[in-house]
């Protein structure tokens, strides 16, 4: 087992199946491609599952586990976000790998302000994306920023943990849920006791974490998390939704005063077919937008000041970053078009932008050259 994931890792996987009845399977560059032609048996995956759970009650129980998370290492290979799960009565193991070394925001090709982003003092700032599209990284790479270049006490609560931090000019404290705290409630309402300058919630899953997180930054923390949402305005939309209607009015303007940023990403892949190049809009929240995430009536408003913002706060939509990695030859137009927010109008801008030999379109996309395989 060792061997074959060492392989994957060095082939550039991001994540490894491992089923009863199937091969191993690894995703490269987006894809599930088999790594072995010998199927496993439902005795070898439970082996496999059984070496990867990290403490004896959870071994002795495991033919009792339907759902289980936990992170395993492999000296000299990399860490390993870990799934045990079961399916037609056998189990079945999903890792994510996680590199052993702290990506910075550059090398993920993140745009400048995300820098001016991390070195916030308060409010609330959410990374944002499906399943699978870098946000730990992200998260990562900014408690990394804040590592080298700040002297802050910075707590994480995960499940698992992903990323290990070594303390340098900040100190670091991370807590696994289910192992140094019972729940991401209970490490929440303790860390507030925990003289934090920051606080990053691995992911925001209900109304009581959303309130705990905005009291947290509402208290002078700055707050870091995850939702699972397409872009900035559908973050918003989704957070209020969490809550009772009678809720959500008051829900709006507590948002409206504390959220500072939101990023979100979406991994596609090269034009050349070596790995995937990062997109990312990047809100960062003025005036004017705090306005419309006041009033529902305005959200739609949104997208067009994120576009409008770039020249001034560095801020850009999905369709500007993705123009400026079609211009830059990074990914095809077709892969572009179809993951643009508005496939119609992001055609016709990018033809206009080709038809005057492109003026600008690296304007603000600095941050989007020098993406590199820290994605896989």
Avoid at 24 to 38: C, D, E, H, V, Y
Avoid at 107 to 117: E, F, H, I, N, S
Avoid at 248 to 253: F, T, Y
Wanted: net charge neutral; glycine share 10%.
């Amino acid at each position: 087992m060792e061997n074959i994931i060492t392989a994957a890792v060095q082939r550039g996987a991001s994540d490894l199946h491992i089923k009863a009845g199937d091969v191993f399977r690894a995703r490269i560059n987006g894809s599930l491609i088999p790594l072995t032609k010998q199927r496993l048996t439902p005795e070898q995956t439970r082996a496999i599952a059984l070496k990867l759970i990290p403490n004896e009650r959870d071994r002795q129980a495991l033919d009792d586990l339907q759902d289980y998370d936990c992170s395993w290492g492999l000296p000299g290979v990399g860490r390993f976000r870990v799934n045990i799960l079961r399916q037609r009565g056998s189990f079945m193991v999903v890792m994510r790998v996680i590199p052993f070394e702290i990506p910075t925001l550059d090398a993920l090709g993140l745009p400048p302000v995300v820098q001016d982003v991390a070195a916030l003092e308060r409010g609330l700032v959410l990374v944002t994306g499906v399943t699978g599209s870098g946000k730990s990284s992200t998260q990562a790479a900014m408690i990394g920023f804040m590592n080298n270049n700040m002297r802050r006490h910075i707590v994480t609560l995960e499940n698992p943990i992903e990323f290990l931090h070594r303390d340098v000019n900040c100190s670091i404290t991370q807590r696994e849920v289910g192992i140094d705290t019972d729940t991401f409630r209970v490490g929440l309402r303790a860390a507030l006791r925990q003289d934090p300058d920051v606080i990053l919630i691995g992911e925001m899953r209900d109304s009581e974490s959303i309130d705990i997180a905005l009291k947290s930054a509402e208290t002078g923390h700055l707050v870091i998390s995850t939702v699972h949402t397409k872009d900035a305005a559908s973050t918003i939309s989704r957070l209020v939704a969490t809550f009772p209607p009678e809720e959500q009015k008051v829900v709006r303007l507590r948002l409206a005063e504390q959220l500072q940023a939101v990023i979100s990403q979406r991994l596609l892949p090269k034009k050349d077919g070596k790995g995937r190049v990062l997109a990312a809009e990047v809100m960062v929240v003025s005036g004017t937008i705090r306005d419309c995430i006041a009033d529902e009536n305005r959200a739609s408003e949104i997208p067009e000041h994120i576009a409008g913002g770039r020249t001034t706060y560095g801020m850009q939509t999905f369709d500007q970053c993705l123009m400026d990695l079609v211009m830059s030859g990074q990914v095809d137009y077709g892969v572009a078009k179809a993951a643009a927010s508005n496939p119609g109008d992001f055609e016709l801008k990018l033809n206009m932008l080709s038809g005057g030999g492109a003026p600008g379109a690296q304007n603000g996309g600095a941050g989007m050259a020098g993406i590199s395989s820290e994605y896989f």
